[in-house]
């Protein structure tokens, strides 16, 4: 069935739907109007339903929305500053999201495996994104970053993401967490304006990658950031800042590669390949 709670009863608002009160019901579709928080679980493994409108909600509890497989319309609040752990993990029929304006922070594990999931558009309020946020969102395609804004891209947070093939990231002083693209089947990467930390791991293993250009404001490559047994081509900013690079950091095959003379730290194996210049 269809449900929309009652903005208030007798007067009084509803201020909260209860941890686990509509888990596992035969629901299709949830309207909330009023501006009640979300409990834990709330509407958890409601696997017929398809559609949720919650244009005023600003609170939403742990894996609120977790398991509806059949979910294909998501309408968030624009006052919503906050997606909880695994909010809507495993929506598996999602195939678009749009993140409203003013959300500022994607906690672990919000959409992971939403496997039909070809679109994401993160609004520019947002600066940071959980570990695992769309782990093995296999399908995406389309991504629309944030400008200037990200601060954190937690640990493998876009693990497991096949169908993206070229990524370009700027930030705030962002920080890339550990295998947060790893694995992956990207072709190019381009970490400009902003971004100051590569974690460990977090490009390793992608033999499809072949271009990478690191920004001025890149300072660390983390331990194995970008390891493989395929061939790369690195290019850096003119201005590069990049002063540490830690063990194995571009143990790979590269091609045609500068490095910039800013360099203090090279960790053991830190580099691989008989076409590099200093």
């Not at 005023?56 to 919503?80: D, P, Q, R």
């Amino acid at each position: 069935g269809n449900i929309i709670p009652p903005a208030d009863v007798e007067g009084h608002e509803v201020a909260e739907i209860a941890a686990r009160a509509f888990e596992g019901k035969v629901l299709r579709s949830v309207t909330i109007k009023g501006s009640p928080a979300v409990g834990e679980r709330a509407f958890a493994d409601c696997k017929y339903l398809d559609k949720v409108e919650i244009p005023n909600v600003t609170e939403i509890g742990y894996a609120a929305f977790a398991g509806c497989g059949e979910l294909k319309e998501l309408a968030l609040s624009s006052s919503l500053t906050a997606s909880p752990v695994a909010a809507f993990e495993g929506c598996r029929s999602l195939t678009e999201i749009r993140l409203p304006e003013g959300l500022v922070s994607l906690d672990s594990g919000a959409f992971r495996g939403c496997s039909s999931l070809t679109a994401v558009t993160l609004p520019n309020t947002l600066t940071e994104i959980g570990g695992r946020a769309f782990a093995y969102c296999r399908e995406i395609t389309e991504m629309n970053w944030p400008q200037n804004t990200l601060r954190r891209i937690g640990d493998e947070a876009f693990a497991g993401c096949f169908g993206l093939t070229e990524l370009t990231l700027t930030g705030d002083g962002l920080t890339i967490g550990a295998r947060a693209f790893s694995p992956s089947a990207l072709k190019s990467v381009t970490l400009g304006e902003g971004v100051t930390e590569v974690g460990a791991n977090a490009f390793a293993d992608i033999r499809s990658l072949d271009a990478l250009h690191i920004g001025d404001s890149v300072t660390l490559l983390g331990a194995y950031a970008f390891v493989s047994d395929s061939h790369l081509k690195v290019t850096f900013g003119e201005n590069s800042r990049l002063s540490r690079m830690e063990d194995g950091a571009l143990n790979r095959p590269l091609v045609d590669t500068t490095l910039p003379h800013g360099i203090t730290y090279i960790g053991e194996y830190g580099l691989y390949g008989d076409e590099i210049s200093y």
